[in-house]
């Protein structure tokens, strides 16, 4: 949902005075935040909020523009994908989905080179350092469309007793370009597959020819993606 602080609400309609904006939070509490910011910056008669579970809810009117950034990386996590489906049978005939589409990229990289952070690029300090690699497109997601199962084959072109699976994705706004490239921002952060558990990396050995076949539903977490040799 929009969250306590509805930025992307907040800016379209500071951006335009014509704009009227709907944003939807499941959480009570967070929307009567929402909604006192919203009081707070005078735009009351232009924002509202609907407390409600965005998967379900109907809105009152038609959606010009429909907006989600409920998404992860890799589209791991959350629901963005049952939230824009449903409320695409609401959007005008004319109307924009956004993001228009989400492509994913995955690749096999040997441990010992993800632990040479030299090797690396970082996005911020607080950000896992990624290796600069050959990816593989994995498939992708366009706004509107049903939760996407993904299922892949990984060549790997590498000999490694320790090696992972790192996964990422594109976020594309309009006319296939990307609004977030890869390693420009949290949610196109690489991210190696971690154990179940989810307290370490997950790892695999490979040799050169070798294949693994990932399988996962948009949604999914990441200690929930089957890999198979």
């Known amino acids: ?19 009227a904006v709907v944003c939807i939070e499941k959480n009570p509490a967070a929307a009567k ?5 919203i009081d707070l910056l005078g735009l009351t008669e232009r924002i509202s909020v609907l407390c409600g579970d965005a998967r379900t809810i109907t809105p009152a009117a038609e959606i010009d523009i429909l907006v989600s950034e409920t998404m992860d ?19 005008a005939e004319n109307g924009a ?3 228009q589409e989400v492509k994913l990229y995955a690749s096999i990289i040997p441990m010992a080179e993800y632990s040479n952070a030299s090797s690396y690029s970082l996005v911020d300090v607080d950000a896992a350092p990624v290796l600069s690699t050959n990816w593989q497109a994995i498939g992708g997601y366009k706004g509107g469309d049903s939760r996407p199962s993904i299922e892949i084959t990984l060549q790997s072109d590498i000999t490694s007793d320790e090696a992972i699976v790192v996964l990422t994705s594109e976020v594309m706004v309009a006319n296939n370009v990307p609004v977030l490239s890869m390693n420009t921002s949290r949610l196109t952060q690489p991210m190696p597959l971690p154990e179940h558990g989810g307290k370490n990396i997950r790892l695999f050995t490979t040799v050169s020819g070798s294949q693994l076949r990932l399988s996962y539903t948009a949604g999914d977490h990441p200690t929930d993606v089957h890999v198979s040799s």
């Open 1 to 19: 949902g929009c969250g306590a602080v509805p930025i992307l609400g907040l800016y379209a309609a500071m951006q335009d005075k014509n704009v």
């Open 97 to 99: 989905i956004l993001p």
């Open 73 to 91: 990386v890799a589209l791991f996590n959350e629901p963005m994908a049952d939230i824009l489906a449903h409320l695409k049978t609401f959007v």
């Open 33 to 37: 935040i929402a909604e006192k910011y």
